[in-house]
Structure formats: structure tokens, C-alpha cells
């Protein structure tokens, strides 16, 4: 009998998929089962019955899975950062590598045997960067991460005023719990996206591999309150010493994006300095850099390791934010050519590459949503990395790489589904040869992925 919405089931827990529910088969149709984790077996509520597939969350642990531990955070349940942290850490990963296996044989329509998946290095404090949210809420300040939303709810969840936090470094907790009581003795209002009334909107903290730690808080533009935010960043800075800048940006866009439009003040350096492997990293608050810099070692290895590079090579490296990936290879190829929307990562990524004495890379910004313009005027190039957002490369990108047809392109993802239907675009021309999970967000359902796509 078909499954229904209401309906009890007892079913065991074979995997887990993308986003972090358990899946069971009953009947040869899969259900996603939230609250549940491979090898659990679980009776079930179906919330959504659908001719495909079902919907569930676990309501009775019938029989634990081996794979169970206990979770280290007094918040796991209720935060909404980490919530594979009752999931043996191996178990995480090879999930994770099954997830991004299974996307490319459903979505991409290939069949490729993944290599070895790369773990994190470390699997706690590894964040060199932490998002915060303010919140008004029952007339009170609240500052700390979203909460978990209830299975089947979509929408912003409301923050959660962590106290602890093993994903963070250094300090960080103690700096959170400052701002937070400083804010709330400011007296001023925590900003509302829905009345667009208030003030704080979000503190950001940011620590390098070498030591420096910047403080960045948002605010909405508001120029009476901003002399509360110097009071904030003085006190910040005579406190932890080890601060190596505070910057106060303004964001009037009503979005909840954690990222400023206009810097308003600042303390101590315009950017911090970070360290991955033999590169060194100029990261100012705008700018993209990923969150895991032991991590991105090994994703930039596996990227190397793809690249096979004799040296002679001209590397094109498309949604380079601040250069990262360039700057690391630059040491391996002939020239490195960068192109990313964001005028203040490029700024950043030309700034790395004069820390590291490179003379051999060149970075411009523009949108790829249109491919690469105008092709004719791009100097021959022989690799390309394409590491874009979430969302994927643009449909025109990837007939741009149709059309110019390189003989090598990695493909750098932190979404297996539309990495999978890149490489679906490009099957045309393209095969996948290899691909590697990399860990860089453990206790989370992230994945990242490398994938080499090699001309037919
Ligand atoms: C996943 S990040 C990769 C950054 C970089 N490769 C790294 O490893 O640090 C994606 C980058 O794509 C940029 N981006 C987003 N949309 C874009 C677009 N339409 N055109 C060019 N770059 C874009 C973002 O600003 C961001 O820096």
C-alpha cells in the first residue's frame, strides 16, 4: 500500500543523504527520514507522501546505529550549525563521499570512481570564520547562530544565544559574549529585515593560521548610532590584545547576508594575513576565503594533483574570489589568469600575489553569468579551475567552456547536485576521469568536491 501522510513506519536507515536526513527504502521508494542516521533503525511519522518518494522524521529510536556518539556540544539539537555531530566522524565522511558518487550518477548521468575522500586535518576549531546574527526578539538583544528549524519548516529560524561553540577558535566565545552585552546595555535595537527598524545586524569573526584575529560588525547605516560601535571597537581592542583589526561596515540592503556595503570605521589593519600551505593570503572583510585553511591545503593538493602541471601551462582560474586557488598554483604553471565579480576580492587576490613575489598572475573582475565575453581577446590557455557558487557555474559559462573547449577543466564544488549537472553540460565534450570529496566542514552536511573533466 502506498505510504501516506500520518503513516507509523518501522524502517532501518540505509544512508544518509545530501543535507543530513537518513534515507530508508520501504517498498522500493526512498524516504528522507530527518532525525535519523545510517544503521538506525526507527519508526517514522510520514509528513509528506509524494508518488516517488516520502518525507519523514524519526519519532522512536527503535535500535541506535553503531556509528552513534555522543555529541560534544551542549547546543547539538537545537543550534542549527552542526548537526551530524552525534555521527562518528569516518561514517560522516563516507557518506559524504557516497552523497557526491550518487548525485553524479543520478543527475550527471556518469559512473566515475571516486577517489580516497580527503578528512579535515582537524575536526574541531577548524572555522577560521565565524557568522553571528543579531536579533530582536520578545524585546530583548539576541546575538549567536540560527537555530534548527523544525523538519519541513522553511524560513529564517531564530537565533540561538550560543554560549559554546567547538568549531570556533581562539577567543571567539568570550568576543561574543562582550558584544553581546554590550549591545544589549547599548540600549539600541538588534535590526528587523520585516520593519527594517533597529540597528546591529551581524559581528563576524575572522582568525588566521598565523595568528591575526579581525573583528567585524555590521550595522544598518544609521550615522547617530556609529559613535556606539567606536565605544564598542575601543574596548574590543584594549580587551583582547590579540586583535589585529575591528572594522564597522554599514549595510542598508534589507537581505540577511552577513556582508557590508560601506566601511565606516576602523582599528589596526585594512586586512589580516593568512597562510595555506607555502602561500600567504592578504583576506580583508568582504572577501570570500574558505572557512577551513587546513582544509583548503588539501583541496588545493587535489586540485594540484588533478592539474598534473609540468610548468608551461596557462591557468585560468573562474570565480577566483581573492585569488586563492591562482596564487597556489602559481608556483606550478607558466601564468595564472583570474576573473571573479567581486572588485574587493580581486583587489585582495593582486595584493596576495605581491605578498608572495609573484609576477606571474593577472586577475580581472566581471560577472561570468555571461560566459567570457569576448573570447577572442583571451590569451591561449591550456587548464581551467571553475570553483563557482552554490548555485553552480551559469548556463553561459558553461558554453563558453563548450565553445573554447580547453583540454583540461577542474571543476571545484561545495554542491554535488548542480556539480553534477555542470558536468552533464559539458558531457558533450568533456569525461570525467576522477573525483575526490574533501572534507572541510565536518559535523555539517557541506561537502566540497574536485572533479577532473578531461576533452574527449
Ligand atoms: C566558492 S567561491 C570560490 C572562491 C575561490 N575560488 C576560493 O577558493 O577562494 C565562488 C566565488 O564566485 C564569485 N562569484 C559569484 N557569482 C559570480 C559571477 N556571476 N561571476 C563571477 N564570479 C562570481 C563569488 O564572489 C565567490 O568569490
Same mark, same amino acid.
Given at each position: ?16 543523504a ?30 509528506? =507522501? #509524494? ?5 519523514? &522524521?524519526?519519532?522512536?529510536? &527503535? ?36 552523497? @557526491? ?27 577560521? #570564520?565565524?557568522?553571528?546574527s ?7 538583544? +539576541? ?22 561553540? +567547538? ?14 552585552e554590550?549591545c544589549?546595555?547599548?540600549?539600541? =535595537?538588534?535590526?528587523d ?21 579581525? @573583528?567585524h ?35 542598508? #540592503? ?20 593568512e597562510? &595555506?600551505? +607555502? ?17 583548503a591545503?588539501?583541496l ?40 571573479? $565579480? ?22 580581472? @573582475? ?26 553552480g ?5 558553461? #558554453?563558453?567552456?563548450?565553445?573554447? =573547449? ?16 555542470? &558536468? ?7 569525461? $570525467? ?8 566542514f565536518?559535523?555539517? +552536511? ?11
Open positions: 500500500m502506498p505510504l501516506k501522510k500520518d503513516d507509523l513506519i518501522e524502517c532501518t536507515i540505509e544512508s544518509l545530501f543535507g543530513g536526513r537518513g534515507v530508508a527504502r520501504v517498498d522500493g521508494m526512498a524516504v528522507f527520514v530527518a532525525d535519523a542516521l545510517p544503521g538506525d533503525i526507527v519508526k517514522a511519522r510520514i509528513v509528506r =507522501a #509524494k508518488k516517488r518518494f516520502a518525507e519523514g &522524521v524519526a519519532e522512536t529510536l &527503535v535500535t541506535p546505529s553503531s556509528h552513534r556518539v555522543e555529541p560534544k556540544c551542549a547546543h547539538f539539537g537545537q543550534c542549527g550549525g552542526c548537526a551530524l555531530q552525534n555521527l562518528e566522524y569516518d561514517e560522516q565522511l563516507a557518506q559524504k563521499a557516497a552523497q @557526491v558518487q550518487s548525485a553524479l550518477s543520478r543527475i550527471g548521468g556518469v559512473d566515475v570512481p571516486m577517489d580516497a575522500p580527503a578528512a579535515s586535518p582537524a575536526i574541531w576549531k577548524y572555522r577560521n #570564520k565565524m557568522e553571528f543579531f536579533e530582536r526578539r520578545d524585546g530583548g538583544l +539576541h546575538l549567536g547562530l540560527r537555530s534548527q528549524l523544525p523538519a519541513g519548516e522553511k524560513g529564517l529560524a531564530p537565533v540561538l544565544d550560543i554560549e559554546e561553540c +567547538h568549531l570556533c577558535a581562539g577567543r571567539d566565545m568570550e568576543i561574543l559574549r562582550m558584544v553581546r554590550f544589549r546595555e547599548s540600549g539600541i =535595537a538588534a535590526y529585515p520585516k520593519t527594517q527598524n533597529g540597528f546591529w545586524r551581524h559581528l563576524i569573526i575572522r582568525h588566521t593560521a598565523l595568528g591575526e584575529v579581525m @573583528v560588525v555590521i550595522t544598518t547605516s544609521d550615522s547617530r548610532k556609529f559613535k556606539q560601535v567606536e565605544a564598542l571597537g575601543e574596548a574590543l581592542v584594549e580587551r583582547f590584545t590579540e586583535l589585529t583589526a575591528f572594522v564597522h561596515s554599514s549595510r542598508s #540592503k534589507r537581505t540577511t547576508l552577513a556582508v557590508g556595503e560601506y566601511v565606516e570605521f576602523r582599528l589596526g589593519t585594512k586586512a589580516i594575513e597562510k &595555506v600551505g +607555502h602561500a600567504r593570503y592578504h583576506i580583508s572583510p568582504n572577501t570570500f576565503f574558505q572557512t577551513n585553511s587546513a582544509g591545503e588539501k588545493f593538493d587535489t586540485i594540484r594533483e588533478y592539474g598534473e602541471f609540468d610548468g608551461s601551462e596557462t591557468l585560468l582560474d573562474l570565480y577566483c574570489g581573492a585569488g586563492a586557488i591562482g596564487v597556489y598554483m602559481a608556483d606550478s604553471v607558466e601564468r595564472v589568469i583570474g576573473f571573479e $565579480i567581486s572588485e574587493e576580492s580581486i583587489a585582495k587576490a593582486f595584493s596576495s600575489a605581491k605578498l608572495n613575489g609573484l609576477e606571474n598572475c593577472d586577475f580581472a @573582475v566581471g560577472s561570468l553569468d555571461d560566459g567570457l565575453g569576448d573570447l577572442k581577446r583571451l590569451p591561449e590557455f591550456d587548464i581551467v579551475v571553475v570553483d563557482p557558487p552554490r548555485s557555474m551559469h548556463e553561459n559559462m558553461a #558554453k563558453a567552456l563548450l565553445q573554447l =573547449a580547453p583540454p583540461k577543466i577542474v571543476a571545484v564544488s561545495c554542491d554535488p547536485a548542480t556539480l553534477a549537472r555542470d &558536468v552533464k553540460r559539458l558531457s558533450d565534450k568533456y569525461e $570525467i576521469k576522477r573525483a575526490r570529496a574533501v572534507d572541510m565536518p559535523h555539517t +552536511h557541506h561537502i566540497e568536491t574536485v572533479a577532473l573533466l578531461v576533452r574527449k
